[in-house]
């Protein structure tokens, strides 16, 4: 049975626990997706308090953390979600994305309604993939693809 969580605090806790438990075995988040059998993005989401993992994927993921019975149950459970306590994040790398929809917000609104209707984006039926890739003018360059399905209004 899915249960859930209305008491953030829960899972923060053991998010902490778990990045310090990957910190200490040297493992990346690649590795505790392989171990969990999903994709790296829902798998960190999950370890880091915003998702429930499967059964079978959250045991496995408990293991190779060397986590308890308890926090593999707790895994599990439907979280209270959003990870951000503060409006505007301070995290620099957080406060980038805040930046970013704050100057494109309304573009992508905009043409968002333009191209599909009255609607959303969902972010339950959501696929995220960040990739490093060469840039051409020398560096890098972050390409983030935010895939989630579109859910028009309905009248009623």
Do not use: C
């Not at 308890?70 to 895994?75: K, T």
């Not at 439907?78 to 100057?103: A, I, K, N």
């Not at 969902?122 to 989630?148: C, H, M, Q, W």
């Amino acid at each position: 049975m899915l249960h859930a969580q209305f008491d953030p605090t829960a899972r923060q806790a053991l998010a902490v626990t778990a990045v310090e438990a990957k910190t200490r075995r040297d493992l990346s988040w690649q590795q505790i997706a392989d171990a969990s059998g999903l994709s790296v993005a829902f798998t960190t989401a999950a370890v880091l308090g915003q998702h429930p993992l499967p059964e079978e994927a959250a045991r496995a993921v408990a293991g190779l953390l060397g986590l308890d019975e308890d926090a593999a149950l707790l895994l599990q459970t439907v979280p209270v979600r959003g990870s951000m306590p503060d409006r505007v994040p301070t995290d620099p790398t957080m406060y980038r994305f805040y930046e970013m929809l704050q100057v494109y917000g309304t573009t992508l609104k905009a043409l968002v309604h333009e191209q599909f209707g009255d609607g959303i984006i969902s972010a339950i039926n959501f696929r995220l993939d960040v990739k490093k890739v060469a840039d051409p003018e020398g560096g890098e360059r972050a390409v983030i693809t935010l895939d989630g399905k579109y859910l028009p209004t309905k009248p009623f």
